[in-house]
């Protein structure tokens, strides 16, 4: 037996064990206390198909495994989490490969007081100058490990503090120190304690040590002067009258070239506007950002998506069906403008838009640029001067209408039409805007409380066409069909199959079983994975092609 | 209110612990890799042109000499950049000034004569270009004529290094920058020879004619070795793509030196052969 056959037996075995022996604690109590937790097993076969550009895994399967643990008491509260990448799955950092315990911590809260030890998640407003977060499909994880202490000294007032360094794959990094406060006014000014404009108020601190290294300039003999420390602070405020509601933030960034930047000194800014309103049957929001050299990592050389300190809230829609997400806006945190608006109206029963049962009507718009930029100067240098309101090349524009209705007490359509304007630049190459047209019928029928089938049919007709030097496998016009089957409440099984009728290569065809019980779900699945990035709040990674066996298995307790 | 003001000054406390951030103005956004004469991993050389040295050992009282600066100014117009010149006055008797000018001689210049051999033979001019062998002699040669011959032989090798020299003064201190790039791998030690060259001194110069020309005009006359002699070591594996990079200080040993008639020139050498693999030339800004 090879030793990777070992290590997939000694992988699948090792989540048997944490599953029996995290049950017995349950079962027991720990010292008056007790045990959760969850536990996440995903797998993957993949043989070369060369239509789709997929390749042969040399371990013939890949798993990425996790298991949290959490031990609560009172107050008190102590987890962890383990980690096994054997060898990670495709589209996943090779740095990942391993196994171990990942994250760890204990935490002490009260009501007015908290202090975490070990690795936390946190996050100041928006998370302009600091966000520290998980993501497990995109393989991001910006865990710090060190102290975190959240401090409450009057109701309406939360102070924060921490100092830790960010995960890096197997490996921590850098150093990062921040504070934040937040105020609700009207719970510290007696008078406008029942007030119906509700006001708060935020600002933060942040900066990041990094020791001095030779970034050599462009000019021969020379290296970059680097800044060591790096600060980035902000304030916001929110707003709120009835339904009206307003938040804004604003972020200021200290030199920090960098390798995003391409080691330029310019000072950062990000400017984030969000309004809205909202009553029943109705919402509306309105939101623009301008972002300027922005990015802030813990470690000025690493690229990729690993130790941001910060986020750049997305303002484009997330979509959720296959051709509207077939080109999903990545945040450019060096620099864009964006305007975003989002309308939702539900036109009432026994109306004449409304029917019999009502009829739900969402519309979305976005538009991202780039900045209007004057270059001064490459490497070691403040690099380019932009004007604030001034845009550059578009690099993302989006529109979609979604009506959903029930047709009968059993059926219900929901029917979408997006228009979407992409610039392959986003990914970091150049070419023509692609212009796409998509529409989506999405039929939902309940047989009855135990039978559900659901269809789905979609459209895009796009100007882009496929071009083997770019290799770029979502260009052409493309038809989707897919049809679910929910049975007996515990098992699904659906059939989807993507082809590329026009101006374009791959058929991609899946079928998936699932079978849930209480909190424990199988799925497994066939097909093709078509190349592509997926993004989530703007944040992306490259999913290569793959041709095989997936299954995953979800479990809590 | 009380509150409010407990809540900010908390908030000003912190940010003013950690708002250490270190600002840089920009005209020091670059700094030098490291000490001076450090070599460093450096950006390449654009220019991967081979280049030879001609060594001219002359004297104010040679009067075959004119004719040689002839010879070699001929050659530097066909060779253009690819070709430097460098006029060594050593201390032999041709070099004793005619009438009250002042002597071109130098003792890195006498140093050098010696170790080639032209004081022994005391056959003035002469010459020798990229300090090449012939036979196990060093190819001293009269360079009234042969000139092209010995270039082309440099000329028609790619080059091994490619050399760039760059060089600035301020007050009186001289920064300059050698940037090399392995083009082959290169198994022996290297040196680097740096030296300092003025044109456009007017001194007497005795003519073939046996007559005195007092409006002489004496080009890449060598004033100083800038490094060692035989050079400062070059650290490097010169391993072919290989890219280094130093800088040295210097100040003129003379503030009668016109710099702005004045060269910069940088030989890579073998260092046990002293062989001239390549060189470069510059202005001083």
């Not at chain 1, 969000?274 to 813990?298: E, H, P, T, W």
Request: glycine share 10%; aromatic share 10%.
């Amino acid at each position: 037996m090879s030793n990777k056959a070992i290590k997939i037996i000694a992988a699948a075995l090792a989540v048997q064990l944490q599953v029996s022996v995290f049950n017995t604690l349950q079962a027991q109590g720990i010292l008056g206390g007790h045990v959760t937790g969850n536990v996440q097993f995903d797998g993957q076969l993949s043989r070369r198909d060369t239509v789709i550009g997929s390749s042969d895994v040399p371990e013939k399967l890949l798993s990425n495994a996790r298991a949290d643990i959490l031990y609560t008491n009172g107050n008190f509260s102590a987890g962890l989490r383990y980690e096994a990448y054997l060898s990670p799955m495709l589209g996943f950092n090779s740095q990942y490969s391993g196994q171990g315990i990942a994250n760890y911590f204990v935490s002490y809260k009260t009501q007015t007081f908290a202090v975490t030890a070990g690795h936390f998640y946190e996050q100041f407003g928006n998370g302009m100058t600091l966000r520290a977060y998980e993501d497990r499909y995109l393989g991001l994880d910006n865990a710090i490990r060190g102290i975190d202490v959240v401090y409450r000294p009057w109701n309406g007032v939360t102070l924060k503090g921490l100092i830790g360094q960010q995960r890096y794959y197997w490996d921590t990094r850098g150093l990062v120190r921040g504070v934040d406060a937040e105020v609700s006014l009207n719970d510290i000014v007696n008078s406008w304690t029942e007030a119906k404009t509700r006001l708060t108020l935020g600002g933060s601190f942040v900066s990041k040590y990094e020791g001095d290294e030779t970034i050599l300039s462009d000019i021969s003999g020379y290296k970059l002067n680097l800044p060591q420390n790096v600060g980035a602070g902000s304030l916001r405020m929110d707003l709120a009258h009835g339904g009206f509601g307003l938040q804004a933030e604003y972020a200021r960034k200290g030199q920090d070239p960098s390798i995003m930047n391409n080691y330029i000194y310019k000072t950062g800014e990000a400017l984030w506007i969000s309004a809205s309103y909202s009553q029943k049957g109705l919402s509306a929001n309105i939101q623009a950002k301008r972002v300027d050299n922005m990015g802030f990592k813990s470690v000025r050389s690493v690229s990729g998506e690993m130790l941001y300190i910060n986020y750049t809230p997305s303002i484009t829609k997330q979509h959720t069906y296959a051709f509207l997400s077939m080109y999903p806006y990545a945040t450019q945190s060096t620099g864009e403008m964006g305007l975003q608006a989002d309308f939702m109206y539900k036109f009432k029963k026994e109306t004449l838009l409304g029917g019999k049962y009502g009829t739900d009507i969402h519309i979305n718009g976005s538009l991202v640029t780039g900045l209007d930029t004057t270059v001064i100067g490459g490497k070691g240098t403040d690099g380019y001067t932009s004007t604030f309101f001034g845009t550059g090349d578009t690099y993302y524009g989006d529109l979609s209408l979604e009506v959903a209705k029930k047709l009968s007490s059993k059926v219900k359509l929901t029917g979408t039409y997006g228009y979407m304007v992409f610039n392959p630049i986003v990914e970091g190459h150049e070419g023509d805007l692609h212009h796409n047209h998509i529409l989506v019928a999405d039929l939902t029928w309940k047989i009855n409380r135990k039978n559900v089938l659901r269809f789905e049919a979609e459209w895009m007709g796009s100007d882009s066409k496929y071009d083997a030097n770019v290799d770029d496998k979502r260009a052409g016009d493309w038809i989707m069909g897919l049809v679910e089957y929910n049975f007996t409440s515990a098992w699904f099984v659906s059939v989807s199959d993507q082809y590329a009728y026009k101006d374009g290569i791959g058929n991609y065809y899946n079928i998936s079983v699932g079978y849930t019980k209480n909190a424990t779900r199988l799925q497994l699945g066939y097909g093709k994975q078509r190349e592509g990035i997926i993004c989530i709040g703007g944040v992306c990674r490259q999913v290569p092609a793959s041709n095989g066996l997936t299954f995953s298995l979800t479990t809590s307790f | 209110m009380k509150r409010i003001l407990k809540s900010i000054a908390t908030i000003a406390c912190a940010a003013t612990l950690l708002a250490s951030c270190d600002k840089i103005d920009s005209n020091e956004y670059l700094v030098f890799s490291g000490a001076a004469g450090e070599w460093f991993d450096g950006n390449g050389v654009s220019d991967h042109s081979q280049r030879a040295i001609i060594e001219k050992y002359t004297g104010v009282r040679c009067v075959n000499c004119p004719t040689a600066d002839v010879a070699i100014n001929d050659a530097l117009a066909q060779y253009g950049d690819k070709l430097i010149a460098l006029a060594i006055h050593d201390s032999s008797s041709f070099t004793r000034p005619i009438g009250d000018n002042p002597r071109l001689s130098t003792e890195d210049g006498n140093t050098w004569s010696n170790y080639f051999g032209v004081r022994a033979a005391g056959e003035y001019p002469a010459g020798l270009i990229s300090r090449t062998l012939n036979g196990s002699a060093w190819d001293l040669f009269t360079p009234t004529s042969g000139i092209n011959n010995r270039v082309d032989n440099i000329l028609n090798n790619d080059a091994q290094v490619a050399v760039a020299v760059d060089a600035t003064s301020n007050d009186n201190a001289m920064t300059i920058n050698v940037n090399l790039e392995f083009l082959q791998t290169v198994a022996d030690k290297l040196t680097v020879t740096l030296l300092i060259m003025e044109d456009g001194l007017v001194v007497t110069q005795r003519q073939p004619d046996g007559s005195d020309d007092e409006n002489y005009v004496h080009n890449h006359v060598l004033r100083d070795v800038i490094t060692d002699i035989w050079g400062a070591d070059i650290d490097c594996t010169g391993a072919s793509g290989e890219k280094r990079v130093a800088l040295f200080n210097y100040t003129p040993a003379s503030s009668e030196w016109n710099l702005a008639n004045c060269h910069i020139v940088a030989m890579v050498s073998k260092k046990d052969s002293r062989e001239i693999l390549n060189v470069a030339e510059c202005h001083i800004d």
